[in-house]
């Protein structure tokens, strides 16, 4: 069993930064691979970034390119999204997931946080 919390969203003017924060409980989270997805009102849920159990591998969507960054520490159980250059459409709720098996198949999710970014 693996428990993800996310936390660090709020409303931010476009241009400007946050950073997510995902904690997890459970002893598999240090070989899950972890995920950041987002879900627009009325848009289906997306796919936003992945990073490996080890950290050393990381993928993004092409729109957020250049602008998020996703990391983790396992020492902390905690994976991380940091937000910079945000963009009222990067509006929406975010979750963290857990792909225990590394996969591809998130089996995890946390319950979400808010990112509002007004023009």
């Known amino acids: 069993q693996v428990q993800l919390v996310e936390s660090g969203g709020g409303l931010v003017q476009a241009g400007g930064s946050l950073r997510l924060s995902c904690a997890a409980s459970g002893r598999t989270f240090s070989s899950s691979a972890m995920g950041w997805f987002r879900q627009a009102p009325g848009k289906e849920r997306e796919f936003v970034a992945r990073?490996?159990?080890?950290?050393?591998?990381?993928y993004y969507t092409d729109s957020v390119k250049g602008r998020f960054t996703i990391s983790r520490d396992n020492a902390k159980n905690t994976v991380y999204l940091q937000m910079n250059s945000l963009k009222p459409e990067d509006t929406a709720v975010y979750y963290c997931a857990a792909d225990i098996l590394g996969n591809g198949r998130y089996v995890y999710w946390g319950q979400g946080t808010q990112v509002t970014v007004s023009s």
């Open positions: 990073i490996s159990w080890s950290g050393e591998n990381t």
